[in-house]
């Protein structure tokens, strides 16, 4: 069985590391050469916020979402999204009890501490908004009556992209509740090797044990919660997110709520660093998995074949970085590589 780490009430940015550290290695050993993309799941855990993997077939979206959950000893649901899903297979409902004469609530898949969401968007958008409330809440109100959700709580989903045959796109208001989007992308060579040599002969999560408790992961969250963001960096975030609701290449820019979650994210990202402080490059990091899955680009930029993507990096490349503050640390992997349009 993993070594599972606990701490007192008091968590210090060194027990943050020391446990993000040891989730980390355990996913990197059912996923491999996908660093960056781990990463950014633990950064999205810590701040609170739902991760969106999307990506095609075969590469590994609910094998990164399972390995995440069986790292942390925690309750896990997982809600295999179809055509005939249901909101109330979700959510729950209420049952009429002949002993009792009375209603009954019965809860559904969502009250869970992390909840894998496969193949979303091969439900119906009515069933898709069953999440909404959840997502943003951390609750779930049935027939006037309020649940609330366990802490900590975390939605992973994955879904194939648009042009799948049998897929929904997301609705806008569904999107925006996503902390982050994700893709994994193909292995390299030499990891694909790996994994044949390592996996070939049976589930690499058959021996995956935790390494957490969720009560230490609401530790780090709290900790979290207490990174200092300057207000030059918190100009810069909202400079940021202001370029995307005035480039005109953009119908759609990122909300008020996208500004929030950005810096929860930097938060995490730069306590995951060992920081009890936010630089404008985690900011700069995060930026493009936290902003570009809620733009829409007009129709000439689709034409041109210009993605959300490469419209966030340029307002990046445009927006004065704050004066005063330090720069040039290390810059998380996959930050660098969306930067780069990869």
Same mark, same amino acid.
């Given at each position: 069985?993993?070594?599972?780490?606990?701490? %007192?009430?008091?968590v210090?940015?060194s027990?943050?590391?020391?446990?993000?550290?040891?989730?980390?290695h355990s996913?990197?050993?059912?996923?491999?050469?996908?660093?960056?993309? &781990?990463?950014?799941?633990?950064?999205?855990?810590?701040? @609170?916020?739902?991760?969106?993997?999307? %990506?095609? =077939?075969?590469v590994?979206?609910?094998l990164?979402?399972?390995?995440?959950?069986? /790292?942390? %000893?925690?309750?896990?649901?997982?809600?295999?999204f179809?055509?005939?899903?249901?909101?109330?297979d979700i959510t729950?409902?209420?049952?009429?009890d002949?002993?009792?004469?009375?209603?009954?609530?019965? *809860?559904?898949a969502i009250f869970?501490?992390i909840?894998?969401? +496969?193949?979303?968007?091969?439900?119906?958008?009515?069933?898709?908004?069953?999440?909404l409330?959840?997502?943003?809440?951390?609750?779930?109100?049935? +027939?006037?009556?309020?649940?609330?959700?366990? %802490?900590?709580?975390?939605?992973?989903?994955?879904?194939?992209p648009v042009?799948?045959?049998?897929?929904?796109?997301?609705?806008e208001?569904? !999107?925006?509740?996503f902390?982050?989007?994700?893709?994994?992308?193909y292995?390299?060579?030499a990891?694909?090797? @790996?994994?044949?040599?390592?996996?070939?002969?049976?589930s690499?999560?058959?021996?995956?044990?935790?390494?957490a408790?969720a009560? +230490?992961i609401?530790?780090?969250?709290e900790?979290?919660?207490?990174?200092?963001?300057?207000d030059?960096?918190?100009?810069?975030?909202?400079?940021? &997110?202001?370029?995307?609701r005035?480039?005109?290449?953009? !119908?759609l820019?990122? /909300?008020p709520?996208?500004?929030?979650?950005?810096? !929860?994210?930097?938060?995490?990202?730069?306590?995951l660093?060992? !920081?009890?402080?936010?630089? #404008?490059d985690?900011?700069?990091?995060?930026?493009? #998995?936290?902003l570009?899955?809620?733009?829409? *680009?007009?129709?000439?930029?689709?034409?041109?074949?210009? /993605?959300?993507e490469?419209?966030?990096?340029e307002?990046?490349?445009?927006t004065?970085? =704050?004066?005063g503050?330090?720069?040039?640390?290390?810059?998380?992997e996959?930050?660098?590589?969306?930067?780069?349009?990869f």
């Open positions: 069985m993993g070594q599972v780490t606990t701490y %007192d009430e008091h210090s940015l027990d943050l590391t020391t446990t993000a550290d040891q989730v980390r996913v990197e050993s059912v996923l491999e050469g996908k660093p960056e993309v &781990v990463r950014l799941s633990l950064t999205v855990l810590l701040a @609170e916020g739902h991760l969106l993997i999307e %990506d095609v =077939p075969g590994g979206k609910t990164l979402a399972k390995a995440l959950a069986r /790292s942390i %000893d925690c309750s896990v649901r997982r809600i295999q179809t055509p005939d899903l249901l909101p109330s729950g409902v209420s049952v009429y002949q002993q009792r004469q009375d209603f009954e609530f019965k *809860p559904g869970a501490q909840v894998i969401g +496969d193949e979303i968007n091969r439900a119906s958008p009515k069933t898709q908004s069953a999440l409330e959840s997502m943003e809440e951390r609750q779930v109100t049935i +027939d006037g009556q309020t649940y609330a959700l366990p %802490d900590p709580f975390m939605v992973v989903a994955t879904q194939n042009e799948m045959e049998g897929t929904y796109p997301l609705p208001a569904q !999107r925006d509740r902390m982050a989007r994700v893709s994994i992308g292995p390299s060579p990891a694909e090797l @790996e994994m044949l040599d390592v996996h070939g002969g049976a690499p999560l058959d021996k995956l044990q935790p390494v408790h009560h +230490d609401v530790q780090l969250v900790a979290v919660r207490g990174v200092h963001v300057s030059p960096v918190r100009r810069y975030a909202v400079e940021l &997110v202001s370029g995307t005035s480039h005109p290449e953009l !119908r820019g990122a /909300s709520r996208a500004t929030l979650q950005l810096l !929860r994210a930097a938060r995490a990202g730069a306590a660093c060992g !920081r009890d402080y936010v630089l #404008p985690d900011v700069q990091s995060l930026a493009v #998995p936290v570009a899955h809620r733009l829409l *680009p007009t129709a000439q930029a689709q034409l041109n074949r210009r /993605s959300a490469q419209l966030v990096t307002i990046l490349q445009r004065p970085v =704050p004066t503050t330090p720069q040039g640390t290390a810059v998380p996959y930050g660098r590589r969306q930067q780069r349009g």
